[in-house]
């Protein structure tokens, strides 16, 4: 719909500019088309009543976008945000980044999408982004690179919030039996149901790191570490420490290094020695090198 002549004619006479307060549905989509894109690319509508079209959400995108800049929809039902966000940075070559935060709603029994096999509306989005990366990837691989596009990065990483990989002391127990028990406990502290992915993530953050910080797994002494931003922090999840592995992380010169408590298998001499280690090559370089394990 646009505005009726006579407020045109009024709006143009006080201003001389027509104010637009809507887009029309030609221009940015509409509901129906929007339930059109999630069938096509899942195979159903999903559970939405109302979701958005990618054209509407990628002439916000063409506003108010620069270069690098970040997407954040705290509601992402089925993550039309981040599919608009790489159709734009596959069509105007700038890297628009993008966050969805959803709650992993559960869809309706009788709906299509969980007899497609969706458990929650979370799922729906994730799979979205999956199947929009690969359409604009082979898109893109069919069409020749006449302008020097380059590369686009299109993967992304699911994170969800969960209780803590480390068993949690409880400090109100006040028994003798519950104590021991506690300490038998917290001899392996770290939850067996946890993978190294798992452990890595709460100690970036427990360290002040986001979880888009650049993470690369090098070879030190023939065990895995992983160095983070560029080996400022060197984390070694690591069963078995070897004096080996602690001179090769020192020579690394990290700003700080974080091992399995585990890895020491209770070799106090080893752990001495390792914390001796990084503070003389600390003293040497004149920095230093906090030393922690967990």
């Given amino acids: 719909m646009r505005p009726p002549p006579g407020v045109i004619r009024y709006l143009s006479e006080v201003s001389g500019v027509v104010p637009w307060t809507w887009w ?3 221009e940015t989509g509409h509901t129906d088309e929007a339930k059109k894109e999630i069938r096509e690319y899942l195979g159903h509508s999903g559970v939405f009543d109302t979701p958005k079209p990618t054209r509407l959400i990628n002439r916000m995108l063409e506003i108010a976008i620069n270069d690098g800049d970040l997407v954040l929809d705290f509601f992402a039902g089925s993550s039309a945000s981040a599919h608009a966000a790489m159709k734009f940075s596959a069509a105007t070559g700038k890297t628009c980044k993008f966050i969805m935060v959803q709650l992993p709603e559960h869809c309706p029994p009788d709906t299509d999408a969980a007899k497609a096999g969706f458990g929650t509306v979370a799922e729906i989005g994730k799979e979205r982004i999956r199947r929009a990366a ?19 990065d299109l993967g992304f990483k ?3 919030l969960d209780r803590s990989n480390f068993k949690i002391w409880d400090g109100d127990s006040g028994a003798s039996d519950d104590l ?9 502290h770290v939850s067996e149901a946890s993978g190294p992915e798992d452990i890595l993530c709460e100690l970036l953050l427990k360290a002040g790191f986001p ?4 993470v690369e797994t090098i ?17 070694c999840l690591e069963k078995e420490i070897t004096p080996e592995l602690i001179d090769a992380m020192a020579d690394a010169n990290p700003l700080q290094v974080i091992c399995l408590d585990e890895g020491f298998k209770g070799n106090d001499q080893l752990k001495a020695n390792a914390v001796q280690t990084f503070k003389a090559r600390a003293e040497n370089q004149e920095s230093e090198i906090v030393f922690k394990t967990v």
């Fill in 24 to 26: 029309p549905h030609d």
């Fill in 134 to 152: 690969m359409r604009i990837t082979k898109e893109r691989e069919d069409k020749l690179d006449l302008e020097g596009g380059g590369s686009l």
């Fill in 158 to 160: 699911v994170f969800k």
């Fill in 180 to 188: 021991a028990e506690q300490l038998e406990m917290h001899v392996d």
């Fill in 211 to 214: 979880l888009t910080t650049t």
């Fill in 219 to 235: 070879e030190l002494a023939g065990k895995s570490v992983f160095s983070i931003e560029d080996g400022a922090l060197l984390i």
